[in-house]
Nanobody, 119 residues
Framework: QVHLVESGGSLVQAGGSLRLSCAAS????????VGWYRQVPGKQRELVAT???????DYADSVKGRFTISTDNAQNTVYLQMNSLKPEDTAVYYC?????????????WGQGTQVTVSS
């Protein structure tokens, strides 16, 4: 199983920036895809951004142009650079990896990191 550890969440003012990190227990390049998701109490977890093993990225409409997902294969780490933050970006942010566990597709989640954007 792949273990993921997020970090970088904090309290920031609207308009500010944060960079979240997701450290994986195995090589990022061996994963099918890695994504950042977020969740607020009472709502479903939503996709924020994904990056495939081939480097293809995708973003939720609400963060396009403000957030950037990237990888550092040497550090086995996936980043989420968040700029121009808004109060509605406040949530617990989770990292998730998709990979093959033998012949079986699998998914792992990190424990989450809190991002709070004050107005």
């Amino acid at each position: 199983q792949v273990h993921l550890v997020e970090s970088g969440g904090s309290l920031v003012q609207a308009g500010g920036s944060l960079r979240l990190s997701c450290a994986a227990s195995i090589s990022i390049s061996s994963l099918n895809a890695v994504g950042w998701y977020r969740q607020v109490p009472g709502k479903q977890r939503e996709l924020v951004a994904t990056i495939t093993g081939g480097g293809t990225t995708d973003y939720a409409d609400s963060v396009k142009g403000r957030f950037t997902i990237s990888t550092d294969n040497a550090q086995n780490t996936v980043y989420l650079q968040m700029n121009s933050l808004k109060p509605e970006d406040t949530a617990v942010y989770y990292c998730s990896a998709q990979y093959m566990y033998g012949p079986t597709p699998a998914r792992s989640w990190g424990q989450g990191t809190q991002v709070t954007v004050s107005s």
